[in-house]
């Protein structure tokens, strides 16, 4: 694993986002992993700026997402759909009939899974975006999830509902279940880069890290990973 810890989170930023464009201007039609939550927010304005200053173009590029609420519909403003639209693509020059975001309709959801898997075996991932919960999960992947699963629905950890309520008007109004990318996907892109900042992380981080490789912290496979690259401030870092 490489570890990387930075003074400031503008500098932390700039250089996980430094790996995306660098990817991008080398390789015009990379598929990109990426990711929801407050961890990438800062990345995706790097990647604005970059492409607003014509130093990388999204044109050709594909993009994966991890994961979706079920049972909210795809427009509602808490989705992950919405999530993405209103913070990356919208300002990007990104093609949105090449960005895939798993849809959570309960109705279809057998479907969606079997899709989404079949999209991700026709598409290698070169860069896979992450964020940690409080938890370990990666995606949706709650703590226990096998580590060779695919894409699957979760039911959401008491944990993440909370964790995630500061989006929503109440506790009560986060989605119960979500469809996630699997563990087994994730592990298979080419490079990962993974996000976490502030206390609230420190003990997840710890277990990613340190701790043995169990599914009790989902994260923790990422030790097996060729080409994992770990981005984190002092806070996060604290009890490495
Ligand atoms: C959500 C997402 C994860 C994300 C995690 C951490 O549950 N599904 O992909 O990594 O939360 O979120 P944040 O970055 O807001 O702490």
Redesign the pocket.
């Known amino acids: 694993m490489n570890i990387h810890i930075f003074d400031h989170e503008e500098q932390l930023y700039k250089e996980a986002a430094r790996r995306i464009i660098d990817l991008v201007q080398d390789h015009p039609k990379a598929v990109l992993g990426l990711?929801?939550?407050?961890?990438?927010?800062g990345v995706y304005k790097e990647l604005i700026k970059s492409f607003q200053n014509h130093h990388v173009t999204f044109e050709q590029v594909t993009a994966f997402n991890?994961?979706e609420y079920v049972g909210i519909p795809s427009d509602h403003p808490q989705s992950?759909q919405t999530f993405m639209r209103n913070v990356l693509f919208h300002h990007l020059n990104i093609d949105l009939n090449n960005t895939y975001i798993p849809c959570g309709n309960k109705e279809i959801i057998e479907d969606e899974i079997k899709r989404y898997d079949k999209l991700l075996s026709a598409h290698a991932i070169d860069l896979q975006l992450?964020?940690?919960?409080?938890n370990g999960?990666?995606?949706?992947n709650e703590p226990g999830t096998p580590f060779d699963c695919l894409t699957h629905v979760v039911k959401?950890d008491s944990r993440?509902r909370k964790?995630?309520a500061r989006f929503f008007d109440h506790l009560d109004s986060v989605p119960t279940h979500?469809i996630?990318m699997g563990i087994d996907s994730i592990m298979k892109a080419k490079e990962i880069v993974l996000?976490?900042?502030?206390e609230?992380?420190a003990s997840a981080v710890k277990a990613m890290i340190r701790g043995p490789i169990d599914p009790i912290i989902p994260a923790s496979i990422l030790q097996k990973h060729p080409n994992v690259h770990i981005y984190l401030d002092h806070q996060s870092a604290k009890d490495l």
């Open positions: 990711a929801t939550g407050s961890s990438p927010l991890l994961d992950y992450l964020g940690i919960g409080t999960h990666i995606g949706f959401l993440t964790d995630n979500a996630t996000i976490a900042t502030g609230k992380k």
